[in-house]
């Protein structure tokens, strides 16, 4: 027998509903307590303000896309390493999707100004980051990977996707004539950063495979945090 959600469960899911909604900028309290079915003194019971609630809403998207990495640990590098790739691709028809990123973009935009939010973004980006780092790392170990400078890879990897995604929700997006920019630059990172890192005789699975076979996703990446996200990104 499943278990019912808590109500911390479903005021984050509320949040996430009204950001999809409502973007960052002009989001209230009263909208996120319409999206959760919750009224807007209970969530001030919990949280004393928008920004207290929206600090622990991004805790909870870095977390559970570290609870996601986590699961996934002891598949092999190689498959990792395209799956993470993956995460930052998204199709023009993923409104929801599109629409958190956007509220996401707005959110980061804060971390100059807001120390609890720019510690949240600092967070999505170590995780993102250490995860292609350990990707890599564990790679190179296995004899999968060439060796090479895995921090730097990692930070590669990271801003090239990241901006990608960045660049699609802001410039990219109105083109529906070709491919999602995201999974363009997802095809241009295999081709020419993931390839040329594998060893003779190794082989990676395809970005169509790799998407297939992964979990449901919601939108609610670190990538996206990280500003990662899944939270990013890996930033917000």
């Known amino acids: 027998m499943s278990e019912e959600p808590s109500a911390a469960d479903e005021i984050m899911d509320g949040v996430y509903r009204a950001l999809c909604a409502h973007g960052y900028a002009g989001l209230t309290m009263q909208d996120i307590a319409d999206e959760c079915s919750k009224s807007k003194s ?18 909870r998207v870095i977390s559970d896309f570290e609870d996601r990495v986590n699961e996934r640990s002891d598949r092999p590098p190689v498959e990792r390493l ?9 199709e023009p028809d993923e409104t929801d999707r599109e629409s ?29 980051r250490g995860t292609a ?11 999968v990977f060439r060796d090479v400078d895995v921090e730097e ?32 630059v997802a095809e241009a990172a295999v081709n020419r950063i993931v390839e040329p890192l594998l060893v003779d005789g190794v082989e990676h699975p395809s970005l169509d495979e790799t998407i297939a ?24």
């Open 42 to 59: 209970l969530l001030h019971y919990h949280y004393d303000t928008k920004e207290d609630l929206l600090v622990a809403f991004l805790d």
């Open 82 to 90: 395209i799956e993470f790739i993956c995460w930052f691709v998204f």
């Open 100 to 128: 958190f990123h956007i509220a996401l973009l707005e959110l980061r935009s804060q971390g100059p100004f807001n120390d609890r939010i720019r510690d949240q973004l600092e967070r999505s980006d170590r995780l993102l």
């Open 133 to 143: 780092a350990e990707i890599l790392r564990e790679g190179i170990d296995d004899g």
């Open 153 to 184: 890879t990692a930070a590669l990897f990271v801003a090239t996707l990241d901006g990608a995604r960045t660049r699609q929700i802001t410039v990219a997006g109105g083109d529906r004539n070709g491919p999602p920019y995201t999974r363009t």
């Open 213 to 236: 076979s992964m979990p449901a996703r919601t939108g609610e990446e670190p990538g996206d945090a990280s500003v990662t996200e899944p939270t990013d990104g890996s930033q917000t």
